[in-house]
């Protein structure tokens, strides 16, 4: 069907009413993120309109990542309901075309688009979430209080155990800055807290600046270097602070490998690796629950309450997969069972819909 004339054409019309729908989600992405970043970086030093618009231009692959189910969602909705309205689909249907047949162009048009977020809008997104940091943290050099804290890294050797933590990093997760440090005992208990302006990791050490130590029961004092022994790796560091979701496709598998390599847990990088293959899935089945809604011919307007149905189990199937997949990555459900049950509970639903309403 698909390689028919009419498939063709059905075809072509899903995808310009795609190319439409990502255009102006693109605008509306832009606008929102260009004023909310003018709003939080306004009064930091360095900061101009045209380094605004560049962080939102870098941030926009990221934003329009999570919008893509829905996308789909009202593309397969929109194109089916225009169809129908124009007797298009009454006719194919008279011609003897079953559901199945003339959806084939639309599911393939989902498919081909989740490969392409998967195999280009991700690594477009993973470059330009590295370039909008290198681009903040210039901004942010003279107010670090903004920056967002990162995850704590546990430091153990033979003489000490310390927690890190700090609430940005630079050079790859090399340079920390505003550091809180906590050293414990064997027992547990915390016998020194070190708060340094800054912490570099050199060869077997981090060198910390501008210290303030302090100790129960002593008096704290405050020194102008100190250099904390450490054992960790520049590598270490730099897996211990990937976020699944800034890792292009392309590289997951290896950092998987190295994650395992330095005993760092990987539960969330397998989550973010299936999700990304089960995307395209995910956007058939969104199609097919489009279907679901818009098939059914009126001479005027659809009805709105199903209309309203389909946004709703779109949303609804969207949010389940968001859920489970934080169960995955917390190692609550496996990665695997976490992404890929939702996507084919979804696809076999929408098929017993369809079959229900086409076949009896």
Do not use: C
């Not at 028919?4 to 693109?26: D, E, Q």
């Amino acid at each position: 069907m698909i390689f028919s004339i009419l498939g063709r054409y059905f075809f072509r019309r899903y995808a310009m009413t795609t190319m439409w729908f990502l255009l102006g989600v693109s605008g509306i992405i832009f606008l929102a993120d260009f004023s909310e970043t003018a709003r939080r970086f306004s009064d930091l030093e360095g900061y101009t309109a045209v380094g605004a618009m560049v962080l939102t231009l870098l941030r926009l692959p990221q934003i329009l990542i999570q919008t893509i189910p829905f996308i789909v969602l009202f593309v397969g909705m929109t194109v089916l309901i225009a169809l129908n309205r124009r007797y298009e689909l009454v006719v194919t249907r008279a011609a003897g075309i079953s559901v199945w047949q003339f959806m084939a162009p639309f599911a393939t048009g989902a498919f081909l688009v989740g490969l392409m977020t998967v195999l280009v809008l991700n690594p477009l997104s993973s470059w330009g979430q590295h370039q909008s940091l290198t681009l903040e943290n210039g901004w942010r050099k003279t107010d670090s209080s903004r920056a967002a804290f990162l995850p704590w890294i546990h430091q153990m050797t033979s003489d000490s155990d310390v927690i890190i933590g700090a609430k940005t990093a630079l050079e790859e997760g090399t340079m920390l800055i505003d550091v809180a440090l906590f050293h414990f005992s064997p027992s547990g208990s915390i016998i020194l807290r070190q708060d340094a302006a800054s912490a570099k990791l050199e060869n077997g050490y981090w060198l910390l600046n501008d210290v303030n130590e302090t100790s129960p029961g002593e008096i704290p004092r405050h020194l102008d270097e100190v250099r904390l022994p450490t054992n960790l790796k520049p590598e270490y560091i730099q897996e211990r602070l990937t976020q699944p979701e800034s890792v292009a496709f392309y590289e997951i598998s290896r950092k998987i490998e190295i994650a395992r390599s330095y005993g760092i847990p990987t539960r969330a990088l397998e989550t973010q690796f299936h999700s990304l293959l089960s995307l395209p899935f995910l956007l058939v089945a969104m199609t097919m629950i489009a279907a679901t809604v818009s098939l059914k011919f009126s001479r005027m307007n659809q009805s709105r309450s199903v209309i309203l149905g389909g946004i709703l189990s779109g949303f609804v199937l969207y949010v389940v997969t968001v859920l489970v997949k934080a169960f995955g990555s917390s190692g609550v459900v496996p990665p695997v069972v976490a992404v890929w049950i939702p996507v084919i509970v979804a696809m076999a639903l929408g098929a017993t819909i369809l079959l229900h309403q086409e076949d009896g």
